[in-house]
């Protein structure tokens, strides 16, 4: 009997264990210092599923490349890396050129960029022109010599995990939502049993930065994730997942600096030189502080609900950008989503410093 009952005991303690299990998958446009969001997505106890990838930044099997080689490095390719989609659900180079002839250009412009051979050859990495086409000069991370997964597609794979561990699978994007789109479109449960959808993207309010401030300042304030797929990004942010966190203004809240980048390298390691070496000071902790309210939502030090939609009228000036309306004058087809305005900062970066200077070793 005491055989029996220890039996029952460790079964109840080992389902109780795995209900409490938090999984994830990362999408995002990778790049060579992207690595913090899978160290602190592992530093924070998330079992990261996958990461995945469309095209954003850059083109999609540049991007899957830049993912395969952040793993390698830290002894972490037993994460798999699964390629999305490469192109939009509309938008194509042409397309994005055209509607900036006639709203005019934004700073950043990702891979719709006309290509740019001069810098590809200084180390950046490949915009317009061929999809296909890899730069090696841009992986300073050291180009990859493992593999992606060549049997499924981020969209399918999303669907799949999201079946397999129903209620407890969180969908990171802080990138474009092609991906996540197409996912809400294969499965109509997908986004239901998903736990939860955490975006990098999504700035209100945010014009007369744009227009009064530096080209820097104007750059920070675009919505490039959103822009460069704004069907995908309405389908996912008006699909029924049970919660939806959007890091927009609040992503811009914490800058990189060179005092924070100086602390990083005093524990030296692979990531932490490359940090040091190449992440800058030009930029806010865009895609770590979305990942910081994955991780811990007691980060956020004020937010609000709002319902959201997506200007997909290609004519607008404001194609691409998120529209907020309160529950009274929410338009149909809208849904509620948590919008964050302020996380505790000092917590965000003593995330990212212990992530990179202590990387998880899971493999």
Not at 303 to 324: E, K, L, R
């Amino acid at each position: 009997m005491r055989v029996r009952i220890l039996v029952a005991l460790c079964a109840s303690i080992i389902l109780s264990v795995t209900a409490q299990k938090r999984y994830a998958i990362l999408d995002n446009d990778w790049s060579s210092t992207a690595f913090t969001v899978p160290l602190m997505a592992l530093d924070g106890g998330i079992d990261v599923l996958a990461l995945t990838d469309c095209t954003g930044d850059t083109w999609q099997p540049q991007e899957t490349l830049h993912a395969l080689a952040i793993l390698e490095i830290g002894n972490l390719s037993c994460i798999p890396v699964v390629p999305g989609a490469t192109w939009p659900l509309l938008q194509t180079v042409e397309r994005f050129q055209a509607w900036q002839s006639i709203h005019g250009p934004l700073v950043w412009q990702g891979a719709f960029a006309l290509p740019n051979y001069t810098a590809e050859a200084l180390g950046s990495d490949p915009t317009g022109g061929d999809p296909n086409r890899i730069v090696p000069s841009a992986f300073v991370e050291g180009f990859p010599t493992t593999k992606a997964v060549n049997t499924t597609n981020s969209a399918n794979y999303m669907v799949e995990m999201v079946k397999k561990y129903p209620g407890q699978v969180s969908i990171y994007a802080a990138g474009p939502l092609t991906n996540v789109a197409l996912a809400v479109r294969m499965d109509p449960t997908f986004a239901e049993n998903a736990k939860e959808l955490v975006i990098m993207g999504g700035y209100v309010d945010v014009e007369l930065l744009q227009a009064t401030g530096s080209l820097l300042m104007a750059n920070l304030n675009s919505d490039i994730n959103l822009i460069m797929d704004s069907e995908a990004a309405n389908i996912a942010l008006t699909a029924p997942f049970p919660n939806i966190t959007i890091a927009g203004n609040v992503a811009n809240q914490v800058m990189s600096t060179q005092s924070f980048l100086d602390q990083v390298i005093q524990v030296n390691n692979s990531y932490s030189n490359l940090m040091y070496k190449y992440y800058g000071t030009e930029f806010p902790f865009w895609d770590e502080t979305a990942m910081a309210l994955l991780i811990d939502p007691s980060i956020n030090m004020n937010s609000t609900n709002v319902f959201v939609s997506v200007d997909t009228a290609y004519a607008s000036p404001s194609y691409g950008n998120i529209h907020v309306y309160q529950k009274a004058l929410a338009p149909p087809n809208t849904r509620s989503v948590q919008y964050v305005f302020q996380v505790n900062g000092t917590k965000l970066q003593d995330m990212i410093m212990h992530a990179v200077q202590y990387p998880p070793q899971v493999c």
